[in-house]
Nanobody, 114 residues
């Protein structure tokens, strides 16, 4: 069974930073990985994606230049570094991968507020 566990969310002031991480017993290095976010009443939004090798990354326009997705395949880790956070970044953030089916973690809450 695929299990993804996100961590690193929290409350931060505008302009601050957070680093989200995902843990899994699965060999994440084999798969492209994505981070999504969702606010109540809205659809889940793709934030960033990284190829299995880490050579290719893609970002939503709203986070370009502020967020960085990366991976360390030796450590089986994928992270999302979020800088210059804005109140509109407030959401539940999910890590996801596709293996014949879209798998999701339970999410980690990010709240950007004074």
């Amino acid at each position: 069974q695929v299990q993804l566990v996100e961590s690193g969310g929290g409350l931060v002031q505008p302009g601050g930073s957070l680093r989200l991480c995902v843990a899994s017993g699965l060999e994440l290095r084999l798969y492209p990985m994505s981070w999504f976010r969702q606010v109540p009443g809205a659809e889940r939004e793709l934030v960033a994606r990284i190829s299995s090798s880490g050579a290719t990354t893609n970002y939503a326009d709203s986070v370009k230049g502020r967020f960085t997705i990366s991976r360390d395949n030796r450590k089986n880790s994928v992270t999302l570094q979020m800088n210059s956070l804005k109140p509109e970044d407030t959401a539940l953030y999910f890590c996801s991968l596709y293996i014949g089916h879209q798998y999701w973690g339970q999410g980690t809450q990010v709240t950007v507020s004074t």
